[in-house]
C-alpha cells in the first residue's frame, strides 16, 4: 500500500543487469516493428561483448529506459536505446547515451557507431546534440508501419 503511495522519481542511470531483460522487451515491443525476446535480451546483457545502462526509479522500482551497445576492440555499435512514452523529452535518453559513452572511454573504445532512420526525428536530434556525424547511407533499409522503404543513416562518433 505504501508503495502505491510513492510518488515517481526522476530515473537514476545505472548498469543494465540481466533481470532488466523483460523490462527491456516490453519497452523495445512499444518502439520496433521486429522487437526482441526478453531470451534475446538475456543473452545479449549476458554476454561479454555487451554493455548497456538502464534508467530506474529509485523509490518505486519502474524502469524507465536502457541502452544497450556491442565492443569489437576500440569501436562499438548502438544496438538500441528507448525511453518510455512517458518520460520521453525529459533528458533520461541523453543521460542514458553520456553514461554509456563514459563507460566505453573508460574500456578504452574510441568510435562509436549506430544506425537510424532518417525519419527518426527524437533520436536524430539526441545523436546530433551528442556530435554524431554521418558517414553513411544503407537506402531502404527500413519499413514504416504502411510499409514505405525508409533509409537507414549510418552516424558514428569520436569518443
Ligand atoms: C530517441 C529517444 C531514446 C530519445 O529519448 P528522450 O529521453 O526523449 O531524449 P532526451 O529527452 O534526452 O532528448 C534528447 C534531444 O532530442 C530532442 N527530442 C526528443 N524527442 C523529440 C521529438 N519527438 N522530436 C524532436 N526532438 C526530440 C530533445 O529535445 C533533445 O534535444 P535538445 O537537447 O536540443 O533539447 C526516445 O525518443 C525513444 O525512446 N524513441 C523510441 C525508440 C527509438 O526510436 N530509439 C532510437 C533508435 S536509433
Redesign the pocket.
Given at each position: 500500500m505504501f508503495s502505491m503511495l510513492r510518488r515517481r522519481a526522476r530515473p537514476v542511470v545505472e548498469d543494465l543487469r540481466i533481470e532488466h531483460a523483460a523490462e527491456c522487451a516490453r519497452l523495445h515491443a512499444d518502439?520496433f516493428a521486429h522487437p526482441w525476446g526478453v531470451n534475446e535480451f538475456e543473452t545479449m546483457i549476458a554476454s561479454a561483448a555487451v554493455y548497456g545502462a538502464a534508467g530506474v526509479d529509485p523509490s518505486r522500482g519502474d524502469f524507465g529506459?536502457f541502452i544497450l551497445v556491442r565492443r569489437a576492440a576500440d569501436e562499438a555499435e548502438?544496438l538500441?536505446?528507448?525511453?518510455d512514452k512517458s518520460?520521453?523529452?525529459?533528458?533520461?535518453?541523453?543521460?542514458l547515451l553520456d553514461f554509456q559513452v563514459s563507460g566505453l572511454r573508460r574500456i578504452g573504445v574510441r568510435r562509436l557507431f549506430?544506425?537510424?532512420?532518417e525519419n527518426?526525428?527524437?533520436?536524430r536530434?539526441?545523436y546530433e546534440?551528442s556530435a554524431f556525424a554521418q558517414v553513411g547511407t544503407r537506402p531502404g533499409y527500413y519499413r514504416s508501419a504502411e510499409g514505405s522503404p525508409a533509409n537507414a543513416l549510418i552516424l558514428a562518433c569520436e569518443l
Amino acid at each position: 500500500m505504501f508503495s502505491m503511495l510513492r510518488r515517481r522519481a526522476r530515473p537514476v542511470v545505472e548498469d543494465l543487469r540481466i533481470e532488466h531483460a523483460a523490462e527491456c522487451a516490453r519497452l523495445h515491443a512499444d518502439f520496433f516493428a521486429h522487437p526482441w525476446g526478453v531470451n534475446e535480451f538475456e543473452t545479449m546483457i549476458a554476454s561479454a561483448a555487451v554493455y548497456g545502462a538502464a534508467g530506474v526509479d529509485p523509490s518505486r522500482g519502474d524502469f524507465g529506459g536502457f541502452i544497450l551497445v556491442r565492443r569489437a576492440a576500440d569501436e562499438a555499435e548502438i544496438l538500441t536505446i528507448a525511453v518510455d512514452k512517458s518520460l520521453q523529452k525529459q533528458g533520461l535518453g541523453r543521460e542514458l547515451l553520456d553514461f554509456q559513452v563514459s563507460g566505453l572511454r573508460r574500456i578504452g573504445v574510441r568510435r562509436l557507431f549506430l544506425e537510424v532512420d532518417e525519419n527518426n526525428r527524437a533520436a536524430r536530434r539526441l545523436y546530433e546534440k551528442s556530435a554524431f556525424a554521418q558517414v553513411g547511407t544503407r537506402p531502404g533499409y527500413y519499413r514504416s508501419a504502411e510499409g514505405s522503404p525508409a533509409n537507414a543513416l549510418i552516424l558514428a562518433c569520436e569518443l
